[in-house]
């Protein structure tokens, strides 16, 4: 119970640490869903790309 009391004191008590904490929480889950993805598309497209076909013609 005392997390919950924590959390609530520290982040839902005031409405603008609520809104920073969404704001920051958004950006990190924004960075992290763009490397995720990047890094499945990019392992899933491998030797596909432009970058591997350049790598490949100079050699």
Known sequence: MSFNKALYNNIFRRSST??????????FFERAFDM?????FR??????????IIERSSE
Not at 18 to 27: D, M, P
Not at 36 to 40: I, L, N, V, W
């Open 43 to 52: 392992n899933y497209n491998k030797g596909k790309l432009f970058d591997d």
């Open 18 to 27: 609520f809104a920073l904490t969404i704001c920051v929480s958004a950006f």
């Open 36 to 40: 995720g993805t990047e890094a499945f």
